[in-house]
């Protein structure tokens, strides 16, 4: 008999993924009042997982349930995502320069190809959104695969407990501030500097990418 339990998703499971998703890539907007209604409409459930999907987006912080006033969606706390660049300046600026030595061949080959589809698809392709989910997935590829070359599962660990804060902030920027372009170019100048395998040019571009990250987070927020 297998030792394997399969977890079978409740509605109120789904209905959390689907509203927290929304609210990462700003579908839900800081500050918008949400109805529990409507979204048990929108997801053609009954209103009970959706307070249980709300109650569990409240205890993140993604949510604040107001008495006589609703459920309306946090807005980025920017002292908290200036602290979470700090660290990320800490502990990416170490991944990369232990990555630079440890990641293979392949794995630099395919970052490289991916970064040109990414910029045939700039150039070719109009759809704005379409390029976000690019710069998105590449981004993504491009900070786990230094993590885990980095050879310290901590790193990772650490990182990902404040993705969906990461990656909401990371959209804001690129959606409302402006980051589209200096970030396809800071990606391209980690991803060259991990093709030469040179250390010093690693540290410094992450050094600049995170730094500029939390520079537009200062900018624009205060």
């Known amino acids: 008999m297998s030792d394997f339990v399969i977890e079978k998703q409740t509605a109120a499971d789904i209905v959390y ?5 929304e609210i990462i890539e700003l579908n839900y907007k800081p500050g918008e009042k949400l109805s529990e209604q409507k979204i048990a409409e929108r997801y053609n459930v009954s209103r009970d997982p959706v307070r249980k999907a709300v109650s569990k987006l409240a205890l993140e912080g993604l949510l604040v349930s ?3 006033f609703g459920t309306i969606v946090s807005e980025i706390s920017i002292p908290q995502a200036l602290d979470i660049c700090d660290i990320r300046l800490l502990l990416e600026v170490y991944a990369i320069e232990h990555a630079v030595q440890n990641m293979s061949d392949d794995e630099i080959y395919i970052l490289v190809k991916n970064y040109e589809r990414l910029e045939d ?17 590449l981004d993504a590829q491009m900070h786990n695969a230094i993590y885990v ?18 990656k909401r902030v990371q959209i804001a920027n690129i959606k409302w501030h402006q980051r589209k372009d200096d970030t396809v170019k800071e990606m391209g100048m980690i991803i060259r500097a991990l093709q030469s395998r040179d250390t010093e040019k690693a540290v410094s571009a992450m050094r600049v990418h995170i730094g500029n990250i939390r520079l537009t987070v200062e900018k624009t927020y205060r």
Do not use: R, W
């Open 149 to 166: 070359a980095s050879g310290n599962s901590m790193v990772k660990s650490v990182i990902d407990a404040y993705a969906f804060i990461i």
């Open 66 to 68: 107001k008495p006589q």
């Open 17 to 21: 993924g689907l509203i927290k998703k």
């Open 121 to 137: 698809i700039l150039k070719n392709i109009a759809d704005s959104e379409l390029q976000n989910q690019e710069i998105y997935s």
